[in-house]
């Protein structure tokens, strides 16, 4: 009976913003370790077809809520392990393969390219002839580096992100199939058409639900069908990190030199032919004026999004700006005003006071600003315990507080808000709510769904849509839409192979010491 491919898991990913003022440590990564590791996805536990294919060996995967950028010392202490875990595995075993589970948009004190340095580091226990496939968000940076370390590199075809557990399981799938391929005396390691282009935009402008990002992701699946492709990807960047990689970025794998390069050119012709059609997914607006136009609609519920501090992009969360312009607001200072939620702030204090007190009091708490005071100081506030939670993954505890007409969720950690569960286990009703205010970008899909209007807020924050206004000053440039006039880019294939150079000897000058 042949021996079933050895294929190990690993990665670390975080979406971070440089310009937010938050930091995240190795305990924001959740780590799992070993069998953990293969429990979390369904798709390669036993009894699943490529469970029963392969022998799963789990180092260790951390997937951190997006925020400020990682620690140095998180980074060193979780790539460590990482690194000492391959090589207890590759002593009891042959490796046939490696699944590198990352984001793409991680950025660490010290080192640029995060996820190409933790990759490099893992080449050098595993070696260069195991095939290594990497997943990643769309909103991921795949430089030159990162593209030349792997075999197989894909990402999400969707945003908002529908299609997370299939792209995982698409690079999964394909390392299986060139591992057997190789098995049977198939000399072959895919060739990359790589090509970058100076676009670096938001997500909110850049949502598959809307164009003209709908028909640029349309054409993916269609290039990736071509004979001699194996995979088709694009990714937008992450425009909220100021490093030389941050841009978009077009990959196509497969077996023919010339399909794939044809096919990449294709992709990257479509996307930059749009570079100027990019709008953002929602009328927009200063939060006044997004306040203004929900208490004249009579649309019901109301959705606005304060995207300044978007937890899920890299806003620390503990920006108080947007809840004191609405505690500020006159409509909502008695209790009969318009009904109104406001997710969230965290204020560990806050939330102390609150579950001493118990439901139903009446307390004078402090919340936020303790991590990103640029915008606005700590808020006090006065009102009526309304819920108590305790238990949340994120969280940890939350609490709601009445003031007159506006719930306000108060966390003990900062905490997305993206189902209509957050809302309702907190005995708060959004659809029968006049307004729903989230720290949000574009709406995820069950807020989308409820939201009988709404609007994106420009609001201050560590991951501000007005990029301009940020101050990036390491990204290549001339970038759009930094910059409004400058020549045809270059939309030409870069071939990478595994020819180009020695894995074991490529050696990238983003590092510096510690």
């Not at 939060?287 to 999004?305: G, H, Q, V, Y």
């Not at 993954?393 to 209509?420: C, D, M, W």
């Amino acid at each position: 009976m042949a021996r079933r491919p050895v294929i190990v898991v690993a990665g670390l990913a975080c979406e971070t913003s440089t310009f937010s003022a938050s930091r995240t440590e190795a305990a924001a990564f959740h780590p799992r370790r070993g069998d953990e590791v293969i429990e979390k996805y369904a798709f390669i536990q036993p009894g699943s077809p490529l469970g029963e294919a392969v022998d799963w060996h789990g180092a260790l995967i951390g997937h951190a809520l997006p925020g400020g950028i990682v620690t140095r010392n998180a980074f060193e202490t979780l790539s460590a392990e990482i690194i000492s875990r391959l090589k207890d595995i590759t002593t009891s075993v042959v490796l046939d393969g490696m699944w590198f589970d990352i984001h793409g948009a991680m950025c660490v004190e010290g080192i640029d390219d995060a996820e190409y340095q933790l990759l490099k580091r893992c080449r050098e226990v595993i070696g260069p002839d195991v095939l290594v496939s990497a997943s990643m968000d769309l909103h991921g940076n795949v430089s030159r580096e990162l593209a030349h370390q792997t075999d197989l590199i894909t990402c999400y075809r969707t945003a908002p992100h529908i299609d997370v557990a299939e792209t995982k399981e698409r690079a999964c799938r394909n390392l299986l199939g060139l591992i057997s391929r190789r098995n049977n005396g198939e000399a072959f390691r895919p060739y990359k058409a790589w090509i970058p282009l100076p676009i670096l935009l938001p997500g909110e402008q850049t949502s598959t639900r809307d164009e003209p990002a709908a028909h640029i992701y349309a054409t993916v699946p269609l290039v990736e069908a071509f004979e001699g492709v194996i995979d088709a990807a694009i990714w937008v960047g992450y425009a909220w990190a100021d490093e030389p990689r941050n841009r978009a970025v077009v990959v196509v794998t497969g077996r023919d030199k010339e399909a794939i390069s044809n096919s990449a050119e294709k992709l990257a012709r479509i996307f930059w032919n749009a570079h100027k059609d990019f709008k953002f997914v929602a009328p927009t607006g200063t939060f006044t004026e997004c306040l203004d136009i929900a208490l004249r609609s009579i649309k019901r519920p109301f959705f606005i999004s304060d995207s300044g501090d978007n937890p899920t992009a890299g806003g620390s969360g503990d920006v108080t700006w947007g809840l004191t312009q609405l505690l500020a607001r006159p409509e909502f200072t008695n209790k009969s005003g318009p009904v109104v939620i406001y997710a969230s702030v965290p204020g560990p204090g806050a939330v102390d006071k609150a579950v001493e007190a118990g439901v139903g009091a009446v307390i004078t708490v402090t919340a936020g600003a303790e991590v990103d005071d640029l915008h606005a100081g700590p808020l006090t506030m006065t009102g009526r315990v309304h819920a108590i939670k305790h238990g949340d993954r994120h969280a940890a505890i939350e609490i709601v507080l009445q003031v007159g007409s506006v719930y306000s969720i108060i966390t003990k950690l900062r905490k997305p808000y993206h189902l209509e569960r957050d809302f309702t286990e907190l005995n708060l009703t959004p659809r029968s709510s006049d307004i729903v205010i989230v720290k949000i970008g574009y709406l995820e899909p069950e807020l989308y769904s409820m939201a009988k209007d709404w609007m994106l807020a420009l609001t201050p924050g560590g991951v501000d849509q007005d990029l301009v206004r940020l101050g990036h000053k390491r990204i290549l440039r001339p970038m759009w839409p930094f910059d409004r006039d400058f020549e045809e880019p270059d939309l030409s294939s870069r071939i990478i192979e595994m020819s180009d150079e020695k894995l074991t000897g490529f050696r990238s000058k983003t590092e510096t010491p510690v």
